[in-house]
């Protein structure tokens, strides 16, 4: 087979793998933010999950477990944000900034306490990871040229949590539009006055929706501390959560776009990772340093209103007060 | 017909150190339409706010269709039956007709059924009360008649049986509310209990079957409405008869000061808001602007003092033009003599967080007499505000008082104080006493006769028809964005009111 | 009419609050410690002891709040004026980058006290250059600027990483940095300032850096409060309506105020640039840019409040140390955590404690209730 396609295929496939957190991510902003609630304490919920599911994988030896633990801390952070800005009506991008850090102390000291290893967790293995799963057929449809191929080396084989990033996607597409509770998430980050009317809880909707915004993150945060990666290393996450964002605000804050801009950015990540400084065809060499800022340039770029307008749900960040 | 829909007994409702509801008895009977009047401030929204559990009442006792209940929220009141239409709509902007109405009554999880029940639900309604409106435009393309009637449509698609509706006609033309009343009459008519709230005396006459009179958080009277004079109502709503006409002497009219000619504004959906509107102001005359609200006048007010541009059209202020196209300051338009009272004081005229002397120069904060070179002069500014304070009888006496804890009436006399010191030969002035208790009314009336006895111009934008008769000397009518009409001060209200919906008056005697 | 809400005094408010909100942040990272299996009575007085023990320890914790009142001060006039720089630590590295490139043309050419000047210049233009961009982008075209600064936080460290690794570290070189400042680039340390009390300080990083913090403290006092400037942001922030109704421009507040936030923020790179390091590194901005938000909030925006809170931070970091090196369970990063709470407790929680104080000094004197609701009434 040809050496492009290879390459292509492979390209692909870790645009994939580096696209799972991005999407988990970008999916948990999207319920919070919808909602009304502003969340830039994306980052700090995944570093928080891969920290609590690595260590509960490594600790009980089940990938499970691992996951079941990353989701309550990563909901405990998100309740804790929701009693923040919900509740005690307080500024929402304070509380994010404050999550974030606590996550990322935590994490350290608790790892150093907990594992004596600068602040990993222990290097995980068989049971205590997701490793890739092969789809049915894989194997055999991997000698029918292009289309076997691609099966078998870019749709089989990935962890569970890739199948599941995808399927979240169209779930919430579903759940956002054809469901009572994505109605009402919609209309609360519109206009929570008209909800608070309908004899809806405005408190209650808003919670459960940084709850989905917890259990998504946990998801994030789990992928790359047992999926992608072997185990905890300090602040892992990397920015990955305000790349998340970025891509959440990409997207409109419409679901099926953000998968298509989760893609677009780990595509970017996997680029630069492939040609580590190694000259591009026809462009030349680009400083990984730049591919690496890319997704921030064309954010801006996206905010400054020269590509389309990104228009956030109109109650974003601000708290709900009844008034007279 | 004459069993109770709603009984309140003793109902008090305190806001910190404020009543603002003062053991409220009242009954209203089923099948009719209860008006509550008062002024602003008199309680009639906290009161409402309590029979569709937005607030607690502290003491008392609610009874609906002779039971005594308990409303802790909004889904009690919708499950009593009861439904509300606010002043400011409850509505999703970005949704659509049918998405606004089933929210909240969506009845099960998953919405294809519940929204393919509602349209046929619409439909009856839509028969039964002549609701007509598309259940799948967007909210934000209606008008607000069509808004409105959504708020009427959500209710009853919930089976509210006893509608409230809070101040329904302040953002509709005439015929909009003709349309309304016809639709409440209707609604009467098939047994639903309506209860209008509102400061119009002439809707309560016009359509209510009994009133109550709100005054100072406490109800002060019950009547049928057959039985009472819109004389007596308004005696009681402020307590002591009221003086419908300031006294002012004659008017002497001067030079021209502010020139008005073709002057359109679009807004941010490219909708014209102000329409190829010229008028004149002399020095000496108050020129009022009449209209109900949202025709036009805020944006008209905000463009000729510089906030707002307009697409074209020319502003002159003694002659010289002003770049109201363009890039129009209000701060050199303050240099050059033209004051502004904005109809926002809360948010515009005035910084609330700031003590009452930083308030004392809001947009003359660049005058020498404040300044030492870039510092600010902080002895000259509070010397300053004290005076003011002096002069405009602004209580308590205290310039760094935090200008939030202001009352509303001495808030505006901050502002007026501030804008009419500096003496400007034209003053533009938006909603003059909205908000304000009835003894600054009068203070803030006299001061603007005195103005013009003083020869300067004076611009004054209300949507109280009472005020803009009693104080101008011409006035315009704007409707649509358009000045249809100009009449003097003597005009009638119902020569006014017919401009007000768009319909001239010749065309109305035809 | 509006809801009176019970006024705290004032002392309550810029002193009492805050106090309870670093008590309750500093008990939650008690419990933290408790985790750990450590005893949080013993960290404390570690953390004591470490940040004032000696004078050279002393000498640290105020280096460490240098840093922290510049940010400190960066943060709070981008609050006066309704905007939440949280590009801080982006605007520094680049600070930093106005600081190298007039330090490495002139350090063998001009004396300290010449380069001094023209480096304070140099970060702080470079500062506010990297929060126009932004700023503008707020001013014309309406991109929320929280999420603009954080972009701009990760793309300035990308440019940092390229330049550092590419053209400004010498050619021989391998790691990612300038080649150290002669004489001429070098801060003159503050350690005689110990002598006079008797307290040898052999080496410490404090500088000179520490006292153009409270100069530019103290300055940005009388710009927010003495000034027309000063009086223009506050109003822009609390009401851009009334601002505009004043014919006070709002492209020109946000850019002026954000400049001089990324000014200030760059400047704090000169703390330890040209102060300690003597050379442009990787990450020198160690999160002091986040600390600037936590020490704001903490000191409400006052150069007052933000002072003591920069050097309650200085404390953290300084005896932060202390603690990692006697409870090797505890690293520093319990620091990141302290913050984080400080964040949460004095900025997204601030209201928590609130309504039970008003109800408390609402009770102790009744009268005061009583004068509100005169004022209310009349008229």
Not at chain 2, 36 to 42: D, P, S
Not at chain 3, 238 to 262: D, V, W
Not at chain 3, 337 to 352: K, R, S, T
Request: include cysteine; charge should be neutral; proline fraction near 4%.
């Amino acid at each position: 087979m040809e050496h492009s396609f290879v390459v292509a295929i492979q390209i692909l496939d870790s645009t994939i793998r580096l696209s799972i957190p991005l999407m988990f991510a970008c999916l948990a902003g999207l319920y919070s933010e919808r909602a009304g609630v502003f969340d830039i304490g994306l980052e700090g919920k995944m570093l928080a999950a891969a920290f609590a599911g690595a260590a509960g994988a490594a600790v009980y030896g089940s990938a499970w477990v691992g996951l079941s633990l990353a989701i309550v801390v990563s909901v405990f952070l998100a309740l804790v944000h929701g009693f923040a800005s919900i509740t005690n009506r307080g500024n929402q991008i304070v509380s994010g900034v404050a999550i974030n850090f606590i996550a990322a102390g935590t994490t350290v000291i608790l790892g150093q306490a907990w594992f004596a290893q600068g602040g990993r967790t222990p290097s995980l293995g068989g049971e205590q990871r997701f490793t890739g799963v092969a789809l049915p057929f894989a194997e055999a449809a991997r000698d029918i040229p292009i289309i076997g191929y691609i099966y078998a080396e870019l749709i089989s084989g990935h962890s569970i949590l890739v199948y599941l990033a995808f399927f979240t996607v169209a779930f919430t597409w579903w759940v956002l539009f054809r469901t009572r509770f994505g109605l009402r998430l919609r209309a609360v980050g519109e206009n929570p006055a008209a909800v608070d009317t309908a004899g809806i809880s405005v408190t209650w909707l808003r919670y459960r929706a940084v709850i989905c915004t917890g259990i998504l993150c946990g998801l994030a945060g789990a992928y790359l501390s047992m999926a992608i990666g072997a185990g905890f290393v300090k602040d892992m996450t990397a920015g990955r959560g305000f790349i998340a964002l970025a891509a959440l605000i990409f997207a409109k804050w419409k679901p099926v776009p953000a998968m298509f801009a989760c893609l677009l950015f780990g595509f970017l990540d996997a680029v630069s990772i492939r040609l580590q400084g190694s000259p591009l065809p026809i462009i030349g060499p680009v400083p990984t340093q730049l591919m690496q800022a890319l997704p921030y340039v064309m954010t801006v770029i996206l905010l400054a209103g020269f590509i389309g307008r990104a228009i956030p749900p109109r109650a974003g960040g601000v708290p709900y007060v009844k008034e007279r | 017909m004459s069993e109770s829909a709603i009984e309140l007994v003793g109902i008090n409702k305190s806001f910190g150190s404020v009543r603002a509801n003062k053991d409220i008895d009242l009954n209203i009977k089923s099948g009719t339409i209860h008006g509550i009047v008062g002024e602003n401030g008199a309680g009639k929204s906290t009161l409402m706010s309590i029979l569709y559990g937005f607030y607690q009442a502290d003491s008392g006792e609610i009874r609906v269709g002779g039971k005594k209940v308990a409303i802790a929220s909004s889904n009690d009141a919708i499950a009593l039956g009861i439904g509300m239409v606010h002043q400011h709509f409850m509505l999703v902007q970005n949704f659509t007709v049918l998405e606004n109405i089933i929210l909240g009554a969506e009845g099960e999880a998953l919405l294809n059924s519940s929204i393919s029940k509602a349209r046929s639900e619409l439909r009856r309604l839509e028969k039964e009360y002549g609701l007509d409106v598309d259940p799948d435009a967007i909210i934000e393309d209606l008008p607000v008649g069509l808004q409105q009637r959504v708020e009427i449509l959500k209710a009853l698609y919930r089976g509210a049986d006893i509608l409230i509706l809070d101040e329904p006609t302040g953002v509709l033309t005439p015929a909009e509310a003709d349309h309304l009343f016809r639709i409440l009459d209707q609604l009467r008519a098939e047994g639903k209990t309506v209860v209008l709230i509102t400061h119009k005396l002439r809707e309560i006459k016009a359509i209510t079957d009994s009133v109550s009179v709100m005054r100072q958080g406490a109800i002060v009277d019950t009547r049928k409405t057959a039985e009472v004079s819109v004389e007596e109502l308004a005696e009681l709503m402020v307590g002591r008869r009221v003086l419908l006409r300031v006294e002012k002497g004659d008017m002497r009219p001067g030079e021209v000061k502010l020139s008005v000619r073709n002057l359109t504004v679009v807004d941010s959906r490219g909708v014209k808001v102000v329409d190829d509107v010229s008028f004149d102001v002399r020095g000496g005359e108050i020129v009022g602007i009449a209209g109900v609200a949202g025709n036009g006048q805020s944006q008209l007010l905000e463009t000729i003092s510089g906030i707002r541009a307009a697409v074209s059209g020319t502003v002159t202020l003694d002659g010289k033009p002003i770049d109201v196209t363009g890039a129009a300051d209000p701060g050199d338009l303050r240099d050059r003599g033209l004051a502004h009272v904005p109809e926002d004081r809360h948010y515009v005229g005035l910084v609330l967080p700031f003590e009452e002397y930083e308030n004392s120069i809001l947009g003359y904060h660049d005058r020498a007499e404040y300044l030492n070179g870039p510092f600010l002069n902080i002895d000259a500014i509070r010397a300053d505000a004290r005076m003011k304070i002096e002069q405009y009888d602004v209580r308590p006496r205290n310039e760094r008082l935090k200008t939030a804890n202001f009352s509303g009436g001495n808030q505006q006399k901050i502002v007026l104080a501030r804008e009419l010191e500096k003496d400007p030969g034209v003053l533009v002035i938006g909603q003059p006493t909205r908000g304000v208790d009835v003894g600054a009314i009068e203070f803030i009336h006299r001061r603007l006769i005195d103005m013009r006895d003083q020869g300067r111009a004076v611009l004054l934008v209300s949507v109280e028809l009472d005020e803009i008769r009693s104080l101008s000397d011409r006035i315009l009518v704007m409707f649509d964005g358009k000045v249809v009409g100009e009449r003097s001060g003597e005009a009638t209200e119902g020569e006014l009111g017919l401009l007000m919906a768009g319909i001239d008056g010749k065309e109305a005697a035809e | 009419m509006s809801v009176p809400y019970a006024k705290l005094p004032g002392w309550a408010d810029y002193g009492l609050i805050p106090l309870i909100n670093v008590i309750v942040a500093f008990a939650v990272a008690g419990l933290v410690v408790l985790l750990v299996g450590e005893s949080p009575v013993e960290a404390f007085g570690y953390l004591i002891e470490g940040a004032f023990g000696r004078g050279q320890n002393i000498a640290y914790t105020l280096y460490y709040a240098t840093s922290f009142i510049f940010t400190g001060l960066a943060v709070a006039v981008a609050f006066h004026g309704g905007l939440f720089n949280i590009g801080g630590e982006g605007q520094a590295y680049v600070g930093g980058l106005g600081v190298a490139l007039i330090v490495l043309s002139l350090d063998t050419v001009f004396p300290w006290w010449v380069n001094f000047p023209l480096a304070i210049l140099g970060a702080a233009l470079m500062g506010a250059l990297w929060a126009f961009i932004p700023a503008y982008l707020q001013a014309k075209r309406g991109s929320h600027i929280v999420i603009t600064t954080i972009m701009f936080n990760f793309i300035a460290a990308s440019l940092m990483v390229y330049l550092l690794t590419t053209v400004l570290k010498p050619p021989a070189s391998m790691s990612p940095q300038t080649r150290t400042f002669a004489e001429g680039g070098q801060l003159p340390k503050l350690n005689f300032v110990f002598d006079w009390f008797g307290a040898a300080v052999r080496s410490s990083p404090l500088n000179i850096s520490f006292l153009l913090a409270l100069v530019a403290a103290f300055l940005v006092w009388v710009l927010i409060w003495r000034t027309k400037l000063g009086y223009e942001i506050r109003t822009q922030g609390f009401s851009p309506k009334a601002a505009r109704y004043a014919g006070i421009g709002e492209t020109r507040i946000i850019l002026i105020t954000m400049m001089i936030s990324g000014a200030l923020a760059g400047m704090m790179a000169l703390n330890p640039v040209m102060g300690d390091s003597n050379r442009l590194q990787l990450d020198f901005v160690t999160g002091a840019g986040f600390v600037g938000i936590a020490v704001a909030l903490m000191g409400r925006s006052h150069p007052a409040g933000i002072i003591p809170a920069a050097i309650l931070f200085g404390v953290l970091y300084q005896g932060g140390a202390e603690i990692a090196f006697m409870m090797p369970s505890i690293s520093r990063d319990m620091i990141i955590i302290i913050q984080g709470l400080v964040i949460l407790f004095a900025g997204a929680l601030e209201h928590m404690f609130r309504p039970s104080l008003q109800a408390m000094f609402a009770s102790i004197s009744p009268r005061s209730g009583a004068g509100e609701a005169a004022g209310q009434k009349g008229a």
